[in-house]
Each structure stands twice: as C-alpha cells, then as structure tokens.
C-alpha cells in the first residue's frame, strides 16, 4: 500500500512539474513583444502539410490565456489531489 501510494505521489509530482512548466513558458510567450502563431497541419490521404499564421495579438493573447486558465484549473486539482494522499 504504501509502495502505492509513493508511484502516485512521485507521478503527480511529475505531472505537476510538467504543468508548472508549461505554464511558465505561457506566461513568457503572454509577455512576449512579438506574438505569431504558426499552426501545421496534414490533410487527406496524401497527407499534404498545410499551414495557418495568426499574427492578430489580440487573438493570440485571448488564446494564451485561455490555456493559462485551463492549466492553472490543472494543477490546482493536481495538487488536491497530491495533498490528499
């Protein structure tokens, strides 16, 4: 049991540094003075490489926080569920 309990807390640990990270690298691109955003992608069966760019900052910082508030939503169960082990 306590074997168990230990793989759970070292992988939400993990899980939790990954997160972090992710989140810090957010808040870097969300202070950024030169936002663009390339999106690539394949189509059909060939799979043609095609691409979208995004230079609309407003757009790009409705985006990033978005995803700030869906990471931070994230780690905050994350870390729940950590202190409850």
Do not use: P, W
Request: charged share 40%.
């Amino acid at each position: 049991m306590e074997l168990q309990k230990f793989e759970k807390a070292k992988e939400l640990k993990e899980h939790i540094d990954k997160v972090e990270n992710k989140k810090r690298k957010l808040e870097s691109a969300l202070k950024s003075c030169s936002l663009n955003v390339n999106a690539v992608y394949r189509v059909g069966a060939h799979a043609r490489i095609e691409e979208v760019h995004i230079n609309d900052r407003t757009l790009i910082k409705e985006m990033l926080k978005k995803e700030l508030e869906n990471i931070n939503k994230e780690l905050l169960e994350t870390k729940e569920e950590f202190e409850n082990l």
